[in-house]
């Protein structure tokens, strides 16, 4: 605000943060590197606005694959509601609800249940979500034909990637069929995404080479890419009883 106040003529003055943070569910606690995003624009000194983005479902009674969750919602909308709250009291004013999205709508305190009228689609999260993490992350590589599938209908074999730590991701194939790939964590937030270009390529090494999808997946988690890119956690793979299900495991903790 002070250097906003000191600047001449027309301008905004603008300021994001990812903010990392906790939700709750009954005897655990999970971390999320961009729980929340605040933005702050200031026009010279006769505007101040404030916007609160969330990126967690565990406000709603309904999570993001439109499965009811009442004791998650019971631990977080409290502290969702306590924060808007504060920072009401802090800008001496009721905040102004964003826009309704397919999964819940504002509210001055939190969201609407969406189980009133029903969630706008039956799957919104293979809909919408897996698809959207699949063009963020595959957007950080070239393009190439010469890959394996990105999808399965089998079972899947995967190891845990983890760097400082901290667990960005997950790499996989299946047993089935030529699928392979990475399934970034969401909670990890950009980093899980930086991460997975790397081992997307390596998987493309593998293809080259004319190795199969779970012959790749031995050779990578080999053969790790830069140190930056994280390391493989376990000694022998991990078994998901479909993609679905890891990509649930990568979505939600």
């Known amino acids: 605000m002070a250097e906003a106040e000191s600047l001449e003529g027309d301008f905004v003055v603008g300021v994001r943060i990812e903010c990392p943070g906790y939700w709750l569910e009954p005897g655990?606690?999970?971390?999320?590197?961009?729980?929340?995003?605040?933005?702050?624009d200031i026009w010279k000194s006769s505007l101040l606005v404030v916007t609160l983005e969330t990126y967690a479902d565990a406000?709603?009674?309904?999570?993001?694959?439109?499965?009811?969750q009442p004791e998650i919602y019971a631990e977080n909308a409290p502290r969702l509601a306590a924060a808007l709250e504060g920072i009401s009291n802090l800008l001496g004013g009721a905040p102004t609800p964003g826009d309704p999205n397919r999964h819940a709508t504002p509210t001055e305190s939190g969201f609407e249940d969406p189980r009133i009228e029903g969630a706008a689609y039956d799957d919104s999260w293979g809909t919408f979500e897996i698809p959207a993490r699949s063009r963020l992350l595959r957007s950080r590589i070239p393009a190439s034909e010469d890959e394996y599938q990105e999808i399965t209908d089998h079972p899947v074999r995967y190891f845990t990637i983890r760097r400082d730590g901290q667990t960005m991701g997950y790499v996989w194939a299946s047993v089935g069929d030529e699928a392979a790939g990475y399934e970034?964590?969401?909670?990890?937030?950009?980093?899980?995404?930086?991460?997975g270009a790397d081992w997307l390529l390596r998987l493309r090494d593998a293809r080259s080479q004319g190795l199969n999808a779970l012959a790749a997946l031995t050779?990578?988690?080999q053969r790790p890419?830069?140190?930056?890119?994280?390391?493989?956690?376990?000694?022998?793979?991990?078994?998901?009883?479909?993609?679905?299900?890891?990509?649930?495991l990568s979505g939600r903790y």
């Not at 406000?59 to 009811?68: A, F, G, S, V």
């Not at 970034?184 to 991460?195: D, I, L």
């Not at 376990?234 to 890891?246: G, K, R």
């Open 59 to 68: 406000w709603l009674t309904m999570d993001t694959r439109d499965r009811e």
């Open 184 to 195: 970034p964590r969401t909670a990890a937030g950009e980093g899980a995404f930086e991460v």
């Open 225 to 248: 890419p830069r140190p930056e890119a994280g390391l493989v956690v376990e000694d022998t793979p991990q078994v998901a009883p479909s993609l679905d299900a890891l990509e649930e």
């Open 28 to 40: 655990a606690k999970h971390r999320a590197e961009k729980l929340f995003t605040i933005q702050v």
């Open 219 to 221: 050779w990578v988690a």
